[in-house]
């Protein structure tokens, strides 16, 4: 278990150095003067499922049912080309869980949910004007008192390709097909970890920062 903080503390730790890094890239460039912006994001519409390495002989099975994700992204640009984003999401996820039915017993489906909080940290590459794509990795935090499946908390991934549409107001609007892998990396140990694997739509509302 104190090895689990170790690498959660560490975690953490990169991810500030990281940002404080950006921070200190600005300053040094105040004479480019760079523009940011910040936005909320929702993001559903698509497959959420718990897949293994190797399947188990007797293990039940599970099936996406739902979910949405609602997060606060921080946006900073690079040059007309490259973008960084971050920030922080709440995403709660619903599956349908079938237990291997041995005759004559019979187990129904039922229905569990569990909760992630995410920190995506991606490169966005702009083209064609209102196209991008972007990539990058999550630090994924398993925040479900009881999750029905293993823990998601460690190192994930994320690809996508948007659409974008910038205002003269300062406002942009996106929308982004997206794939997530979860705790690709995971910090629980344990063999044949179970991951969530997540396809869906991001939808953002942008405003950028004076």
Not at 69 to 79: A, D, E, P, Q, V
Not at 199 to 204: A, D, E, L, Q
Request: charged share 15%; with cysteine; aromatic share 14%.
């Amino acid at each position: 278990m104190n090895f689990i903080l170790m690498k959660k503390s560490a975690l953490f730790i990169l991810y500030f150095v990281f940002v404080a890094s950006l921070s200190s890239y600005a300053q040094k460039n105040e004479e480019k003067p760079r523009k940011g912006q910040i936005g909320i994001t929702f993001s559903s519409f698509g497959d959420n499922d718990v897949v293994r390495s190797e399947g188990l002989l007797g293990a039940p099975s599970y099936n996406g049912d739902n979910f949405f994700t609602f997060g606060i992204n921080y946006l900073y640009r690079l040059n007309r080309t490259f973008d960084i984003e971050t920030g922080i999401e709440y995403s709660n996820h619903k599956i349908i869980i079938r237990p291997m039915a041995i005759p004559p017993m019979e187990y129904p489906p039922y229905s569990a949910k569990f909760s992630l909080i995410n920190i995506p940290v991606t490169l966005r590459v702009n083209f064609l004007k209102y196209f991008f794509i972007n990539g990058g990795i999550l630090f994924d935090i398993d925040s479900s008192a009881s999750s029905p499946i293993d823990s998601q908390t460690g190192i994930g991934s994320i690809l996508g390709l948007g659409i974008k549409c910038d205002f003269k107001s300062g406002l942009s609007v996106f929308a982004n097909p997206y794939l997530k892998a979860h705790s690709m990396i995971p910090f629980s140990s344990g063999d044949n970890h179970q991951r969530l694997m997540e396809s869906g739509f991001r939808f953002g509302l942008m405003y950028q920062l004076k």
